[in-house]
């Protein structure tokens, strides 16, 4: 069975460019979660969505940042523009709503120069 | 607001012996759950065990176990047995399981590096 699928696994970008990250979730599961990992920060919930539905995006650092889900097998965050200090691995993940059990994904490295 | 607190930034163990991560948090959820993550070097999150606030037995998952005090609400990992590619970070994480405030939303602590001697 195919976990979740993220992609790219890493990017490299200059300041002040817009990046995408994108997150396929496992086939029928219905809730979403995009989380950010810092060292200064640890892991961190960015936004989470319940059958394409954004629930909680209070964890999105500013209007840089934004996250869609715009079909149950799809969603993507971007940040424009970015900044150095966006730097960051980012996690997708995904679960069935009720079910505690979130499965990762592999992560996107992301490195604002 | 849910707080997960890992105290031990490092812990070494000998190869097969067992070890004990520790994980304290603090919620005001009634109902609410604990996980544990492996995240070794290569940078994936692997699930490793869940605890329901209202389960009576201590969750067991292979060589892991979790071992929750709810009354001084701390959710210990036990790993007996410790092989070398147990050497990885290790994070204790919660959610509110129904209704309250941080419903699906997973509170990590800072994490555990474990390392395994042979």
């Known amino acids: 069975d195919a976990g979740v699928i993220q992609s790219p696994r890493h990017e490299v970008t200059e300041m002040g460019q817009e990046v995408t990250l994108r997150c396929k979730p496992i086939?029928?599961?219905?809730?979403l979660f995009w989380y950010r990992q810092t060292m200064m920060r640890g892991l961190e919930l960015l936004i989470y969505f319940n059958n394409n539905v954004p629930i909680d995006d209070s964890g999105m650092p500013e209007d840089r940042f934004s996250a869609k889900m715009p079909n149950a097998s799809f969603s993507t965050l971007k940040i424009q523009p970015s900044e150095p200090r966006d730097s960051a691995v980012y996690f997708c993940?995904?679960?069935?709503?009720?079910?505690?059990?979130?499965?990762f994904g592999p992560g996107t490295r992301l490195t604002v120069l | 607001a849910q707080k997960i607190t890992q105290t031990q930034p490092g812990m070494f163990v000998q190869e097969k012996e067992a070890v004990t991560l520790d994980c304290t948090y603090d919620t005001s959820d009634q109902s609410y759950g604990l996980f544990w993550y492996k995240q070794p070097s290569s940078g994936e999150m692997i699930f490793l065990i869940y605890?329901?606030?209202?389960?009576?037995q201590n969750a067991t998952e292979g060589r892991y176990s979790l071992n929750f005090q709810k009354a001084r609400k701390s959710a210990n990992l036990v790993i007996s047995a410790s092989q070398l590619g147990d050497s990885a970070m290790y994070f204790c994480?919660?959610?509110?399981?129904?209704?309250?405030?941080?419903?699906?939303?997973?509170?990590f602590g800072q994490g555990t590096i474990l390392t395994v001697h042979p």
């Open positions: 994480a919660m959610k509110a399981n129904a209704g309250g405030t941080s419903y699906g939303k997973l509170t």
């Open positions: 993940a995904s679960s069935l709503v009720g079910q505690p059990k979130q499965f």
């Open positions: 086939s029928g599961h219905n809730s």
């Open positions: 605890q329901g606030s209202y389960d009576e």
